[in-house]
C-alpha cells in the first residue's frame, strides 16, 4: 500500500504539499488534484555552502521528496555508482523546458472547476509548481484541434485583409498564456509553429493530404507570419520564435493532419529570399528562428543544405527537433550537426508518448515506463547540444476528447472530467526533475558515470548566477537500488545517498567556500 510523503520543511517560509496516490493500470501511481487540493512541491531554494539538497521520484513511492544534508570530504564508503563532474568543460547554455498551448490542452483544462485550473496551471507555471518556462503555440489548427482552420480562410486574399485569430485563440490559448505569464516568475518564451498555410495557399488546396506551398505565395505567406507576431504581441502574448513548418516531410505522402510538404531547398529558398527579409523588415529580426522542426533522421542534412548557404544562414538561429524517430537514430547526429554550425542551437520542440500505442494505452495512468523515456530522452539529448526540451500537450482527456483527426496520446497532465479531478502521471515529475532546477542560462557541464553502469544516467548544469552551485539529474533504469557518489569538486568535496530503484533523482549541490 503507498504511503502519503509527510510535509517536508523547504524554506523557512514555504512548505511542500504531498501527494495524494491513487493507482489504476500502470506500475506507478498518478497524484490526484481537485478543487479542495494539489500537491506542488514549494519554493526549492540552492542550499548553503557545503551543503546539497536531494529531490527524489521513483516508480514504487516518491513524488519530489525531499531530503537535504552537508557533503562530505570523501566519498562514500562501497558506493556502487561513482559520478564525476567537471566543472572546467563546459558547453550550451539551457534555454529551458516546457509544453505546448494547443486548442486540446485548453478545451480540456476548461472541463475543470475554475478552482481546478488554478491548481493546474500552478502546478506548471508558479515557482511552488516545476516551472515551465518555454512553450509553443500553433500557429492556427494543428493536429489537436477540432477542426482544420487557419488565420485567413477566405480564399484569394493575397493581401490578408481578412487576417485575424479565431475563436480558439481567445477561448484556449490566449487566457492560459496569460495565466501562466501571472503565474511565471521566469520570462515565459513563446514559439509560434504553422501546421498548414490556408488551404488556398497550397498546391493541393487542402489542409493535410501531400502539397507545399504555391510558389506564388511564398509572399503572402512571409506576411502571414508577421501578422501572426503582430496579432499575439497585441494580445500581451509577445512571441519569443518561429519555426518555419511543423514537420514538414509529412506532407510528401497523404498525411491525414495539417501539414505542408517543403523540401530543404525550397526551406532554404523561401527564408533567404522571402521570410527572412519580410521579418528583417517587419522588424522582428529579434525572433529566434528555427527549421526542420521534425524527427532527428533528418539531421544533419536537412538543416545543413539550408546553413551551408550564408543568405540564409544569416537569418535562422537554430534547429528544432522532434523526439519520434529517436529510437532507431542515435543523438550522435545532435554533435554532428553542432559541429557544422556552432553558432546555431539546438532545441527539442515536441514530445509525446503513447502516441504509437494501441488505442486502449494511449494513455496509462500511473505509467513509469513513459517517465523514464522522457528522462533519459531528455539526459541524452542535453548531452548532445540540446538547450532545452518542450513536451506536447499540457491536459488531456482519460477518454480522449473532441478532435477532427484525433492523434490521441499520452499527457504529463489527464483530465477525468467525470470526478472533476485531474491526474498528475509519472511523466510529470520527470519533466520537473529538469524544469524546476534547471534554470535558463544554466549551463552544461561535463558528466561521467563509473563503468559498469549504464542503466544509471546523469546530466550536470552549472548554475548560471554561481560558479559553486550545480544540480545534478541522475535517472536509475535499474531494479535494483545504487549507493552513489558524486564528485563534485576534484576528489575534494563530494554527495553521498541511496538512489532508490527505478527513479530520478536532482541533487542541487552548493560547493563549501574553500572551493573559491
Known amino acids: 500500500m503507498l504511503l502519503l510523503l509527510p510535509l517536508l520543511l523547504i524554506t523557512p517560509s514555504t512548505l511542500a504539499s504531498e501527494c495524494v496516490p491513487r493507482t489504476f493500470q500502470g506500475d506507478s501511481f498518478v497524484c490526484v488534484c481537485n478543487s479542495d487540493y494539489c500537491d506542488l512541491p514549494g519554493v526549492i531554494k540552492v542550499p548553503a555552502a557545503g551543503s546539497h539538497t536531494l529531490i527524489t521520484t521513483s516508480r514504487d513511492e516518491h513524488r519530489f521528496s525531499i531530503q537535504n544534508g552537508s557533503n562530505d570530504a570523501l ?12 566543472h572546467q568543460e563546459r558547453f550550451q547554455a539551457m534555454m529551458g523546458f516546457g509544453g505546448a498551448f494547443t486548442d486540446a490542452t485548453g478545451i480540456n483544462i476548461l472541463k475543470l472547476t475554475e478552482e481546478s485550473q488554478e491548481w493546474l496551471m500552478k502546478s506548471y507555471f508558479s515557482p511552488e509548481g516545476i516551472e515551465y518556462n518555454l512553450c509553443r503555440v500553433p500557429m492556427a489548427g494543428s493536429d489537436f484541434s477540432t477542426r482544420p482552420y487557419s488565420y485567413d480562410d477566405v480564399e484569394g486574399d493575397v493581401d490578408l485583409v481578412h487576417f485575424n485569430l479565431t475563436t480558439e485563440d481567445y477561448k484556449y490559448k490566449l487566457p492560459f498564456i496569460h495565466r501562466a505569464q501571472e503565474l511565471a516568475e521566469r520570462e515565459l518564451l513563446l514559439f509560434g509553429s504553422p501546421w498548414s498555410p490556408p488551404a488556398w495557399m497550397k498546391e493541393n488546396g487542402m489542409f493535410n493530404g501531400s502539397g507545399g506551398l504555391l510558389n506564388e505565395m511564398w509572399q503572402p505567406y512571409a506576411d502571414y507570419f508577421v501578422k501572426f507576431v ?14 518555419t513548418q511543423n514537420e514538414p516531410l509529412t506532407g510528401f505522402q497523404d498525411w491525414r493532419w495539417n501539414t505542408c510538404a517543403w523540401t530543404a531547398e525550397g526551406q532554404r529558398d523561401w527564408i533567404k529570399t522571402t521570410l527572412g527579409p519580410t521579418l528583417q523588415a517587419a522588424g522582428m529580426r529579434h525572433l529566434q528562428l528555427m527549421v526542420l522542426d521534425h524527427n532527428r533522421d533528418a539531421l544533419p542534412w536537412y538543416p545543413a543544405t539550408i546553413l551551408e548557404d550564408p543568405e540564409s544562414n544569416q537569418f535562422v538561429d537554430g534547429v528544432a527537433i522532434h523526439w519520434y524517430d529517436d529510437d532507431n537514430t542515435g543523438p550522435e547526429v545532435m554533435s554532428e550537426l553542432h559541429s557544422l554550425f556552432e553558432d546555431k542551437f539546438l532545441l527539442y520542440t515536441e514530445s509525446c508518448d503513447g502516441w504509437d500505442a494501441a488505442p486502449g494505452e494511449r494513455v496509462i495512468l500511473g505509467d513509469w515506463y513513459r517517465a523514464e523515456s522522457y528522462a533519459a530522452n531528455i539526459i541524452d539529448d542535453v548531452n548532445h547540444w540540446s538547450t532545452g526540451w518542450v513536451d506536447w500537450n499540457m491536459a488531456l482527456d482519460i477518454d480522449g476528447g473532441p478532435n477532427w483527426a484525433y492523434n490521441f496520446v499520452d499527457s504529463p497532465i489527464i483530465i477525468d472530467e467525470k470526478s472533476s479531478e485531474f491526474y498528475k502521471q509519472p511523466m510529470f515529475y520527470s519533466m520537473g526533475h529538469f524544469s524546476k532546477f534547471i534554470a535558463p542560462g544554466d549551463r552544461l557541464i561535463s558528466s561521467t558515470v563509473s563503468s559498469g553502469y549504464e542503466h544509471v544516467r546523469v546530466a550536470a548544469f552549472q548554475h548560471g548566477s554561481t560558479d559553486t552551485a550545480s544540480t545534478i539529474v541522475l535517472l536509475n533504469m535499474g531494479e535494483d537500488m545504487e549507493t552513489v557518489t558524486v564528485d563534485v569538486r576534484g576528489s575534494q568535496e563530494f554527495v553521498n545517498f541511496v538512489m532508490p530503484a527505478k527513479s530520478i533523482v536532482s541533487v542541487l549541490v552548493n560547493m563549501a567556500a574553500t572551493a573559491h
Open 75 to 86: 566519498p562514500g564508503e562501497g558506493s556502487s555508482v561513482v559520478v564525476t563532474l567537471n
Open 230 to 243: 503582430q496579432a499575439y504581441s497585441a494580445e500581451g502574448a509577445p512571441i519569443w520564435g518561429l519555426t
